[in-house]
């Protein structure tokens, strides 16, 4: 691969990234914590830290979004290039990490039990959030089948184990808050 297209490939994830943090900081998201320190992982869910530093819980939902975009992907449109596929998970990820820094959104998590401090993520762990969708969406390509399924179903348990949350219930508490999962989150 020359240089001239290895650039031109790389132009348009790199450059909605920029895009991202362009309107994040519009948005009035922080670049990184307020505590002004920046941590490689973050393990308490309830803390005013979590969606502040580099990593949390919630990357493993973020890993999960690259894997399911390369499968749909792939199985919705076989004949695009990697990088092409790469660009639309891209673009569904940075608009979804747009979105979820709105203050419409930011309110809607605030009524869950776990998110009930909740102010949005800095710029920092939001773009982490976008590479780690990257990585599973690389994670996805590289591995058989079985092996994204088993891997997806893991993260989806462990986390929940963890934390009492992950992608599928997040998605869940989105759309209808179920009685019976706040009282499990809340701990009753």
Same mark, same amino acid.
């Given at each position: 691969m020359t240089i001239k297209k290895a650039t031109s490939i !790389? /132009? %348009? @994830?790199?450059?909605?990234? %920029? %895009?991202?943090?362009? %309107?994040?900081? +519009?948005?009035?998201?922080p670049a990184i914590c307020e505590c002004g320190?920046?941590? !490689?992982?973050v393990s308490d869910v309830l803390s005013s830290d979590m969606s502040?530093? !580099?990593?949390?819980?919630?990357? /493993?939902?973020?890993?999960?979004?690259?894997?399911?975009?390369?499968?749909?992907?792939?199985?919705l449109f076989p004949r695009l290039s990697v990088w092409q596929k790469l660009a639309?998970?891209?673009? #569904?990820?940075? #608009?979804?990490?747009?979105?979820?820094?709105t203050p419409w959104v930011i309110e809607a998590y605030r009524k869950q039990a776990l998110a009930q401090g909740y102010v949005g993520d800095s710029i920092l762990n939001s773009v982490m959030d976008t590479l780690s969708m990257?990585?599973?969406? +690389?994670?996805? *390509? *590289?591995? @058989?089948?079985? !092996?994204s399924i088993v891997l997806v179903v893991s993260m989806e348990v462990g986390v929940a184990y963890a934390i009492h949350d992950n992608l599928t219930l997040n998605i869940l508490n989105f759309i209808y808050p179920f009685d019976f999962i706040t009282r499990w989150q809340g701990g009753g």
């Open positions: !790389l /132009f %348009v @994830p790199i450059g909605l990234l %920029v %895009v991202q943090i362009g %309107v994040l900081a +519009f948005l009035g998201q320190t920046i941590k !490689l992982w502040q530093h !580099l990593t949390d819980w919630y990357t /493993f939902s973020h890993i999960i979004h690259g894997i399911l975009f390369y499968a749909l992907l792939t199985w639309i998970a891209a673009g #569904a990820e940075i #608009a979804w990490e747009i979105a979820e820094n990257m990585f599973g969406f +690389f994670v996805a *390509r *590289r591995s @058989p089948i079985w !092996l």
